[in-house]
């Protein structure tokens, strides 16, 4: 396989350029244009943004479609949704499989965002970008197709991703099957993957076994109803709980008046 290789960067004259170019054009015909096709951004809700991206009602609302995050992305990464692809048309998404988000570290897409779409304080720390903040999604393993849950030795997208031993971990339990290997079974920490979509890329099988998804899609919600008790910071959430306590005619009697009263019903 070539490796990646990236396109020459934006020269600040053709940046500016881009920038006032699209900027005069989304001005004069940007609300009549995109108005007349925004039921297509309701075509799918599995659409994957580039890092940094707002929430996606929040982050359609601010997105005025320029495109300068695509012009920017070195890898050719980002596309730019046109009629048909059933996404949001002009705004900015990726498909990992093709080509996924290579990690930069100073992910060029999100600084040249004109209205915040991309917010950058979101992947900055102590001042400085940080790629690793990105949550862009999160891996999801299909067990029952990925060939490392049939005892294959298979490691292709643990070693792709860029969060080595972090954000994919190899678990190791004994084929009992053979009784002589050992099962190599990829395990996705969803608060650390970023959703870059390089596992994605890598997965030998034909349609990839270890596939990008929203968070909001993928994971699912406690509720404020269950805490760790072992964790402090969980049980943080205790500190505005309320609580609502209702009360009925078997309520009002002591346990033990409850069960007498059910065993004479027994009885009877």
């Known amino acids: 396989m070539q490796p990646r290789t990236k396109k020459e960067p934006l020269s600040d004259r053709r940046k500016f350029i881009l920038t006032m170019a ?14 007349a096709y925004v039921d297509e951004l309701k075509a799918s809700s599995c659409i994957l943004r580039p890092p940094a991206a707002l929430a996606e009602k929040d982050f359609l609302r601010t997105c005025i479609k320029c495109g300068l995050c695509v012009e920017a992305c070195p890898f050719d990464t980002l596309i730019l949704a046109k009629a048909g692809d059933n996404r949001p048309l002009g705004t900015p998404y990726f ?29 900055t720390f102590e001042d400085k970008l ?10 999801v393993v299909d067990a029952k197709n990925c060939i490392a849950f049939w005892g294959i030795q298979c490691d292709a997208c643990y070693r792709a991703c ?10 190791y339990t004994k084929n009992e ?3 002589k290997h050992a099962f190599m079974k990829p395990i996705v920490d969803s608060d650390i993957c970023t959703g870059c979509g390089l596992c994605e890329k890598a997965c030998v099988t034909e349609k990839a076994s270890i596939t990008i998804l929203p968070r909001e899609i993928a994971l699912g919600k406690v ?11 969980d049980e943080k959430r205790l500190e505005k709980a ?3 306590t209702t009360t009925t005619d078997i309520s009002k009697k002591s346990a033990i008046d409850s069960l007498n009263a059910n065993m004479e ?3 009877e």
């Open 162 to 171: 860029p969060l080595l031993g972090s954000a994919i971990k190899i678990e």
């Open 265 to 267: 019903n027994f009885y």
């Open 130 to 139: 940080n790629i690793n903040l990105a949550d862009m999604g999160v891996a």
């Open 177 to 179: 099957r053979t009784g």
């Open 223 to 233: 509720g404020d109803y269950y805490i760790k008790g072992w964790d402090k910071a």
């Open 22 to 35: 699209r900027g005069i054009g989304i001005s004069a015909i940007g609300g009549f244009v995109w108005s």
């Open 95 to 123: 498909i990992p499989r093709n080509t996924p988000c290579y990690m930069c570290e100073d992910i060029p897409c999100v600084p040249i965002c004109p209205t915040g779409a991309l917010d950058k304080a979101s992947v």
């Open 242 to 244: 309320t609580s609502q």
